[in-house]
């Protein structure tokens, strides 16, 4: 079992910026944030893969840095020049199943998920 702990949600005037935190329960190479709108399906934001490598949503990519600090076990998401639109519950996502190599930006490629922590970003 894995257990992961989202944090560092919360408002922002657009033009902020905000860095998300997960805490994972042991250390896992193939994670992801993700987000979830009102009314939205869940959607990939950032992803690093086992040789890691980031990607980014054409949404998020030049706005966004996730990032890995293997020795706490903790995933990061530091997003810049924040937009109404990136108003979302933001969920942490693990995968330790399978290969773990390129973009992996579908939910079903994730075993496990946070809680996740909920960003406003108001005009």
């Known amino acids: 079992q894995v257990q992961l702990v989202e944090s560092g949600g919360g408002s922002v005037q657009a033009g902020g910026s905000l860095r998300l935190s997960c805490t994972a329960s042991?250390?896992?190479?193939?994670m992801a944030w993700f987000r979830q709108a009102p009314g939205k399906e869940r959607e990939a934001v950032a992803t690093i893969d086992r040789d890691k490598r980031t990607y980014y949503a054409d949404s998020v990519k030049g706005r966004g840095t996730i990032s890995q600090d293997s020795a706490k076990n903790m995933l990061y998401l530091q997003m810049y020049s924040l937009k109404v639109e990136d108003t979302a519950m933001y969920y942490c996502?693990?995968?330790?199943?399978?290969?773990?190599?390129?973009?992996?930006?579908?939910?079903?490629?994730?075993?496990?998920w946070g809680q996740g922590t909920r960003v406003t970003v108001s005009s």
């Open positions: 996502a693990a995968r330790i199943v399978g290969l773990c190599v390129g973009y992996l930006d579908n939910i079903h490629e994730y075993n496990y």
């Open positions: 042991k250390y896992i190479g193939c």
